[in-house]
């Protein structure tokens, strides 16, 4: 055992994070079953996976942009804006597999807008993108007029929000999120140079490698999934509206915040970053076991991630100074 102890703590060490989101979901799960005489068993565990598939598009965007030394606030009108454009496509008349490209590849084209911006500008992206989600929004609200757009073909909704293996399709497409972010962050050279661009973007720009490229790239697959994201919501509900998501940014950036990701970029974490989304997930849902208001999920969420980011910029300190 003697043999494997240093192995051990180096594994807890550089994984602690997920290991903590890990114990948390345990603790959660043991409390709410105690309290409540209801557990968490498959079934309710796939009700929060299904509930929460585009929050975990629109989060791994986040760590992306974040890993990357930037940050996104734009993600939320992105998602309403690319909808927005989708359900007016479907409305036209356009085939239903049309108008899901037209969607996807504008959600694609205001990711790229923003990274062409913050590139050719150097402003801060969290200026940039503020601006921009205001921007958006309002564009949103102009194609819309205020007015949902409502009864979209039967044929989307299937696509979108349809059942397969007895699952929502959003559960698959997240799931098929989560593993090529993982394969192209972490196995590929555009993963490791994302990851420079956060650390040391000089650095990387004396290398000979087109930083702007990368930052621009980062961006485009965060409006990519945020557009994916509208997509899941607007089958769902049958419905595109300009409000919709509205302040999931913040739900992002908590959830990349607790998985372990550096604020200021650098490092990346998708499998912390997966699990904070479903540990976010089962405070929702536990908070419905325990019948509370849902007026307190905001506070909640803005407590956790003000903890998370006081207790990554504490553990990010300490392995500075050692």
Not at 35 to 62: C, H, P, Q, W
Not at 224 to 247: D, P, V
Request: aromatic share 10%; charged share 10%; with cysteine.
């Amino acid at each position: 055992m003697d043999a494997y102890w240093p192995g051990i703590k180096k594994f807890v060490r550089l994984n602690s994070a997920t290991l903590l989101l890990l114990l948390f979901c345990f603790l959660l799960a043991l409390f709410i079953g105690v309290t409540t005489g209801k557990y968490f068993d498959i079934v309710n565990t796939f009700n929060i996976l299904e509930a929460n598939s585009f929050r975990m598009l629109l989060a791994i965007g986040m760590m992306l942009v974040i890993a990357s030394g930037a940050i996104d606030l734009s993600i939320g009108s992105v998602l309403s804006l690319s909808a927005m454009i989708l359900a007016v496509s479907l409305h036209a008349g356009l085939p239903v597999w049309l108008c899901i490209v037209v969607g996807l590849l504008a959600g694609t084209i205001l990711g790229i807008v923003n990274g062409a911006i913050i590139s050719i500008t150097k402003i801060n992206a969290f200026i940039i993108t503020l601006g921009t989600a205001f921007l958006f929004r309002g564009l949103s609200l102009i194609i819309s007029r205020g007015t949902p757009v409502t009864r979209l073909p039967e044929a989307f909704r299937s696509f979108g929000s349809g059942e397969v293996l007895g699952l929502e399709a959003g559960v698959f497409y997240a799931v098929a999120a989560v593993f090529i972010a993982y394969v192209i962050f972490y196995k590929m050279k555009w993963g490791h140079y994302v990851s420079s661009l956060g650390g040391n973007a000089a650095a990387l720009r004396r290398c000979g490698v087109k930083i702007s490229r990368y930052r621009i790239s980062v961006f485009a697959v965060s409006g990519f999934l945020a557009a994916l994201a509208g997509m899941i919501i607007t089958a769902r509900l049958n419905s595109a509206e300009a409000n919709a998501g509205l302040n999931m940014e913040m739900d992002a950036i908590c959830a990349v915040v607790m998985g372990g990701t550096v604020l200021y970029g650098g490092k990346g974490n998708v499998i912390g970053t997966v699990i904070a989304v479903f540990l976010l997930g089962m405070i929702r849902n536990s908070l419905t076991l325990l019948s509370i208001s849902s007026y307190y999920q905001q506070f909640i969420t803005g407590a956790i991630l003000l903890l998370a980011v006081i207790v990554a910029e504490y553990r990010e300190r300490k392995k500075r100074v050692v």
